[in-house]
């Protein structure tokens, strides 16, 4: 018999594994408690609002759209206790991969929930030396010789589970562009001379780059103490107030902008 895995695994890439087991105690709490609150909005033929029999209103449910709802409320609770329990820091939406099914309302669930905390990179302390050479030769295109600098001397390892997220996002939203504009992906890609698997490798390369380039702008910002004030903030959403309603981006484009220049004063 094969030993039960701890309950948290974690991977060199910083991918952590939640190994649950949610026992059927719990999974029949749930589901009380889901058709009690079911039943407060529950009218049916002989019953005022709110009171008819428990196993009526479990009859107008099917059992696949009770275990999604109980699932969905159990690995909520349960994945925030963890993730508090083990100092554990997501960076994007956890996955959940049914290691017992089908899942039913009489046995112990299995599942695993995976996630990835942000990666560690390796600067070399070479880079400053690098940059500053690229600031004496003053190139047309300053920062991208930088950024294409700092990448040649950067170490990291992303996590598979962060690519490929992304990758799905992009792919998503291809199909929903192609679509709005009434074309269909495979025309998309022959008009750019792109095969399907071309263009997935085109963009796990982009994706990886951004990364890197976002990475080493959190680290350099962290090692040399540059850090974008709330006034700041402020300052730039008065200048530019069509980015209020982003305005959980302009933390990061101030930063990067301090970080460039820092980078073309070496």
């Known amino acids: 018999m094969d030993p039960k ?9 910083k991918t952590f594994i ?23 909005n529950f009218s049916a033929k002989g019953f005022r609002p709110g009171k008819a029999p428990l196993d009526l209103v479990q ?3 099917s059992e696949d759209k009770l275990i ?9 609770k349960v994945y925030r206790q963890k993730i508090k329990k083990y100092h554990l820091k997501p960076i994007i939406p956890a996955q959940i991969k049914i290691i017992n099914p089908p899942l039913t309302l009489t046995t112990d669930w299995q599942i695993d929930i995976s996630s990835c905390e942000k990666p560690r990179l390796q600067l070399d302390p070479k880079y400053i030396s690098a940059v500053s050479k690229i600031n004496q ?6 920062t991208r010789e930088i950024l294409n600098s700092l990448i040649k001397h950067t170490v990291v390892n992303l996590p598979r589970l962060l690519v490929d997220t992304d990758l799905n996002n ?6 929903d562009q192609t679509s709005q504009a009434g074309i269909t992906v495979s025309q998309y890609l022959k008009s750019k001379n792109f095969t399907l698997e071309q263009y997935q490798e085109y963009l796990k390369q982009q994706i990886t780059s951004e990364w890197t380039i976002n990475l080493l702008i959190d680290q350099i ?3 040399q103490k540059i850090d974008v004030k709330p006034a700041e903030i402020e300052d730039y959403l008065q200048k530019y107030p069509q980015l209020d309603n982003q305005r959980h981006l302009v933390p990061f484009v101030l930063l990067q902008d301090k970080v460039l220049a820092f980078l073309k004063s070496l």
């Not at 939640?18 to 407060?40: D, G, Y």
């Not at 030769?137 to 300053?142: E, G, L, S, V, Y």
């Not at 992009?170 to 199909?175: E, H, T, V, Y």
């Open 5 to 13: 895995p701890q309950e948290l695994e974690q991977l060199k890439d």
């Open 18 to 40: 939640l190994h649950l087991s949610i026992p059927l105690t719990s999974i029949t709490a749930e589901h009380r408690q889901l058709l009690n609150r079911l039943q407060k």
């Open 59 to 61: 009859s107008s449910v």
């Open 68 to 76: 999604e709802e109980i699932l969905s409320a159990i690995l909520d």
């Open 137 to 142: 030769t003053k190139p047309a295109n300053p």
């Open 170 to 175: 992009r792919l998503s939203q291809l199909i």
């Open 221 to 223: 910002a962290e090692e």
